[in-house]
């Protein structure tokens, strides 16, 4: 199938009419504002990572299983070291895509300032073109009226030749022939105009092809770009995917070395209190204890002194044992 080009297929039969280079030009717009488009969806999602990334980072740094002890205390801490090292790839993924919009940023002015160029020397053109095409008009129409005015001026001569006097013929003949003299000017004229334009016209023809190709290669380079960087822009987000499984993959790892068991029998070695339980408490019923008769305390024997001295016959008694014959409690 035979390929399509820009320069075979915007032209217009009327001379003035700019409207297939209007297409391509409106078209050519309507790709720097895609680029623009993209270039700004890009940015933002490169926010989007960055916040997301900023929060993750954030989230790394809070309490995690700071009270676990052992083998899962070390996955706990993998998984923290892990998600804040994902947060750093977000951030290196977030800074990625602001180089690739800067780098479709500086396409799109790039392009803008070629474009620019080629377009001032086709407005250019248009200009010369549409002017000279006016005046070619203008000088057409002058010709054709100063024709009908010789025209006009040989029939009138031609018509009283027979009825005129010699100076009347004289006067139309002098009028035919300055009317002649005019319509001869307004041809010459007419004529340079149409050569003038006709060379105008093979140079903006030629311009015409030039530009078409040029705003077609632009196009080209273009669509080319803007495919390569969403293309690229994926690639980014599935290595992040990547980069973020590896990552996952260490704690998975460490996650498989935490062991239950030692776990448990650490703690327990470490926390133990004791191997033995409380003995089980008793019911004591409350009468029962009142019913029983305490035990005697046994009494101290208590040694007394000894007995006072007899007195002597010659004194009067002042105590009596029991052993004397008028011992009695009863004094008298």
Same mark, same amino acid.
């Given at each position: 199938?035979?390929?399509?080009?820009?320069? +075979?297929?915007?032209?217009?039969? +009327?001379?003035?009419?700019?409207?297939?280079?209007?297409?391509?030009?409106?078209?050519?717009?309507?790709?720097?504002?895609?680029?623009?488009?993209?270039?700004?969806?890009?940015?933002?999602?490169?926010?989007?990572?960055?916040?997301?990334?900023?929060?993750?980072?954030?989230?790394?740094?809070?309490?995690?299983?700071?009270?676990?002890?052992?083998?899962?205390k070390r996955s706990l801490d993998? !998984?923290?070291?892990?998600?804040?090292?994902? *947060?750093?790839? $977000?951030? $290196?993924?977030?800074?990625?895509?602001?180089?690739?919009?800067?780098?479709?940023?500086? !396409?799109?002015?790039?392009?803008?300032?070629?474009?620019?160029?080629?377009?001032?020397?086709?407005?250019?053109?248009?200009?010369?073109?549409?002017?000279?095409?006016?005046?070619?008009?203008?000088?057409?129409?002058?010709?054709?009226?100063?024709?009908?005015?010789?025209?006009?001026a040989e029939q009138n001569m031609?018509?009283?030749?027979?009825?005129? *006097?010699?100076?009347?013929?004289?006067?139309? !003949?002098?009028?035919?022939?300055?009317?002649?003299?005019?319509?001869?000017?307004? +041809?010459?004229?007419?004529?340079?105009?149409? *050569?003038?334009?006709?060379?105008?016209?093979?140079?903006?023809?030629?311009?015409?092809?030039?530009?078409?190709? !040029?705003?077609?290669?632009?196009?080209?380079?273009?669509?080319?770009?803007?495919?390569?960087?969403?293309?690229?822009?994926?690639?980014?987000?599935?290595?992040?995917?990547?980069?973020?499984?590896?990552? =996952?993959?260490?704690?998975?790892? *460490?996650?498989?070395?935490?062991?239950?068991?030692?776990?448990?029998?650490?703690?327990?070695?470490?926390?133990?209190?004791?191997?033995?339980?409380?003995?089980?408490?008793?019911?004591?019923?409350?009468?029962?204890?009142?019913?029983?008769?305490?035990?005697?305390?046994?009494?101290?024997?208590?040694?007394?002194?000894?007995?006072?001295?007899?007195?002597?016959?010659?004194?009067d008694p002042l105590y009596s044992?029991?052993? +004397?014959?008028? =011992?009695?409690?009863?004094?008298?």
């Open positions: 199938m035979r390929e399509l080009h820009f320069k +075979d297929n915007f032209w217009n039969v +009327d001379i003035p009419s700019t409207a297939g280079y209007d297409s391509i030009i409106q078209h050519l717009n309507d790709g720097k504002r895609t680029c623009k488009e993209i270039e700004d969806f890009i940015k933002a999602r490169a926010v989007i990572e960055e916040k997301y990334a900023k929060e993750l980072l954030g989230l790394s740094k809070r309490a995690c299983g700071q009270n676990e002890m052992n083998t899962l993998v !998984f923290k070291l892990q998600t804040e090292n994902v *947060s750093l790839s $977000h951030l $290196h993924l977030a800074q990625t895509m602001r180089e690739e919009a800067k780098k479709l940023e500086d !396409f799109r002015e790039k392009q803008k300032e070629i474009r620019k160029k080629v377009e001032q020397q086709m407005d250019a053109l248009h200009k010369q073109k549409s002017a000279q095409y006016k005046k070619t008009a203008e000088a057409k129409k002058t010709y054709e009226q100063k024709c009908r005015d010789k025209e006009e031609n018509r009283n030749a027979a009825t005129s *006097s010699a100076k009347q013929q004289e006067k139309l !003949f002098a009028k035919t022939q300055q009317a002649k003299q005019t319509a001869e000017e307004a +041809d010459r004229i007419y004529s340079q105009n149409v *050569s003038v334009l006709g060379k105008i016209r093979e140079e903006w023809l030629n311009e015409h092809v030039k530009a078409c190709e !040029f705003f077609e290669k632009q196009e080209v380079e273009r669509i080319n770009t803007l495919r390569n960087t969403v293309w690229t822009h994926l690639n980014h987000l599935s290595q992040q995917c990547v980069t973020s499984d590896e990552l =996952y993959e260490e704690v998975r790892k *460490s996650l498989e070395q935490c062991n239950i068991q030692e776990d448990i029998e650490h703690f327990v070695n470490l926390r133990r209190t004791g191997d033995k339980p409380p003995a089980p408490v008793l019911y004591e019923n409350f009468y029962n204890n009142q019913r029983s008769v305490p035990a005697r305390t046994p009494l101290t024997a208590i040694r007394r002194p000894g007995l006072p001295p007899t007195p002597n016959a010659d004194e044992t029991v052993a +004397d014959p008028g =011992y009695s409690l009863i004094r008298y």
